[in-house]
């Protein structure tokens, strides 16, 4: 199976993290949006997008990236996110970037998140939430979610 990661981390480097550890399950590449032109991922059996969450929306350069994929027949992907807060039911974060990835022709598998180091402004003053997150226990996490899509995940010849 041939998988790629396009990852967005820009704040303190935990949605990487956690990008690195499901890569080295996949034996996948974890690139930027800027280092991989949209039309490659036609390559590709399997394609994970993540990022850290941003007032409740994935990083804008995702969904640029994303917004700009060609039209594609049936492509396995996942979403994968870091936040400082857990995901709401009534408004799940990764819900836009799922149906955009299904408008693009992409089939999401499945979603992962965990809480992460979150310096937002209120939080700022305090040093931030969730110090030490992306943890142990949140990176072995991701490990079992990409083994779990990998044993899942059928091989397009």
Known sequence: MKAIIVCVSASHGNTRKVADVMGQALEARVVDPEEIAPADLAGYDLVGFGSGIFSLRFHPRLRRFVASLPRTERRAAFVFATSGLPELRFRPFTRPLVRLLGQKGYEVRDTFSCRSLDTW???KPVGGINKGRPDATDLAA????????????RVVS
């Open 121 to 123: 402004l209120p939080f």
């Open 142 to 153: 991701a490990r079992t979610f990409a083994e779990g899509l990998r044993a899942r995940t």
